[in-house]
């Protein structure tokens, strides 16, 4: 299993990004894919969330100005990331997970991890 992020980088408040992350290695149609980020010194915390049959889940903080997309064609997850603010700079995370449920997306429990892409949200 290999998930590898890109996308990261230096942006104004208010400004938008658009993360990716690339899968290979496991059926992308049938695992959730998921996006957390973490700051130092803090837990690693979910930011949003997309089952195998296309249901969304968002944390509070991130709904409305965050989506997130696949492209099963690619085998690619996407967070497209608009109004940005600057309590959202962290090392976001791409992860992947094989779970059962049809409209309940999972927060927690994912098995597989990509290795980060910083966003900072800085004047």
């Known amino acids: 299993v290999q998930l590898v992020e890109s996308g990261g980088g230096l942006v104004q408040p208010g400004g938008s990004l658009r993360l990716s992350c690339a899968a290979s290695?496991?059926?992308?149609?049938?695992?959730?894919m998921g996006w957390f980020r973490q700051t130092p010194g803090k837990e690693r915390e979910f930011v949003a969330a997309?089952?195998?049959?296309?249901?969304?889940k968002y944390a509070d903080s991130v709904k409305g100005r965050f989506t997130i997309s696949r492209d099963s064609g690619m085998n690619t997850v996407y967070l497209q990331m608009n109004n940005l603010k600057p309590e959202d700079t962290a090392t976001y995370y791409c992860?992947?997970?094989?779970?059962?449920?049809?409209?309940?997306?999972?927060?927690?429990?994912?098995?597989?991890w990509g290795q980060g892409t910083q966003v900072t949200v800085s004047s």
């Open positions: 290695g496991f059926t992308f149609s049938s695992s959730a």
């Open positions: 997309m089952n195998w049959s296309g249901f969304k």
């Open positions: 992860a992947a997970g094989q779970f059962t449920a049809v409209v309940v997306v999972p927060t927690q429990g994912y098995g597989a």
